[in-house]
């Protein structure tokens, strides 16, 4: 749907922010720090950097504005969706969605305005197209067409047939529809808490004629059947729940998966570079996302493999074109970059 002339113009100053953020401003934070720490060593510790690089000249540029560009693109995506208004009735399928009216969201989910969206992706029925708008700001525009996604299920997924696959957290679907593009033969299955999410996903499915089954449900009970997937994904999920939570999501997988099926987690990881680390923590606390420090410092693997999975491991992801890397060593890169890494584990024949 069109955007109005402001709404264009508001959303193209916020990703020219963004972008100046990421692309302009973090350099020089890097400059400032490494004037300060010539010879920086790995740190295990992130957190330990924060009184020097709070000191630095440049951080309340980066910090600021990464709060503040996160709260203007809030501001600027819901005006153009409530300007637009509702939508003309989508296509009856091929997609369908599968609502559980009794539900009960967590409260560790209902508390917190994730990424600092006004009521969540939950609370209210354009929430969906609200985060929909706002996820292209959020990758810097870079992501219009989901070629992020695209990636991932190129690069990071076995070459092989699968008969079902199940995308835990899938939100508007953007996760669970390059499964089906690259996987036609397979039944795909996006579960997500969220109602907006899940309508919006299967209209969205629907009108790229992709026959992907949407189901509201928790990712640590599906309600799908044992053992009737070869593959479980999530993408940008595991940060956004409590760390005490993960086992239960890594359970519901390990029991969805079929013997020999295969688990592709993709989020964050460390890096060892303290700047972008201590980066990483304190985007938690800007972005309002509680989790994904705790998350970042606990052990999947160790959990994963907790839940009958073997070969559990994390490998870095190059969002720019390599996708999946073979260890956990991005690429050199000047500006701020989200550390990308795939989870990987598998269910035992
Ligand atoms: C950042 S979004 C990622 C969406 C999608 N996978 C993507 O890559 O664009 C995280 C999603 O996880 C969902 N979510 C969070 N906790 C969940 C849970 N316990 N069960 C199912 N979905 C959950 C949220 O509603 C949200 O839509």
Known sequence: MA?????RAALDFVLSLRRHWAGTVYPRLRADFDAAVPSPVPVNDPES????VHGLATYPWFSWLERGSQKMLWRAVSDAVVRQGALPPGPDGPATVEVDPDLVLPDWYT???????????????LAGRVYELGARLVM???NDDYAFHRLFVETALPKRS???????????????????????????????????????????????KLAVRFRQADATATGLEEGSADLVTS?????????????????????????????????????GDGLRDLAMVEHGARNNEPFLPPMIAADLPAMAAAAGLVNARWVAFDERGGGRLSDLSWP??????FPWAVLEAEKPQ
């Open 332 to 337: 050199t890169r000047a500006e701020w970059h």
């Open 162 to 208: 699968y008969r079902r696959m199940v995308d835990l957290g899938c939100g508007f679907g953007k996760s669970a529809w390059p499964l089906k593009q690259a996987h036609p033969e397979a039944e795909v299955i996006g579960v997500d808490l969220a109602l907006p999410c899940v309508e919006l996903a299967a209209r969205r499915a629907s009108e790229r």
């Open 49 to 52: 950097l924060a009184p020097l």
């Open 235 to 271: 993408t940008m999920f595991v940060h956004e729940v409590p760390v005490d939570v993960l086992p239960a999501i890594f359970t519901e997988a390990s029991r969805l998966l079929a013997p020999g099926g295969v688990l592709r987690f993709l989020d964050f990881q460390r890096t």
């Open 111 to 125: 508390d917190w305005d994730i990424h600092v969206q006004p009521g969540g992706v939950w609370s209210h029925d």
């Open 3 to 7: 955007l109005a002339i402001e709404d």
């Open 140 to 142: 810097l525009g870079e």
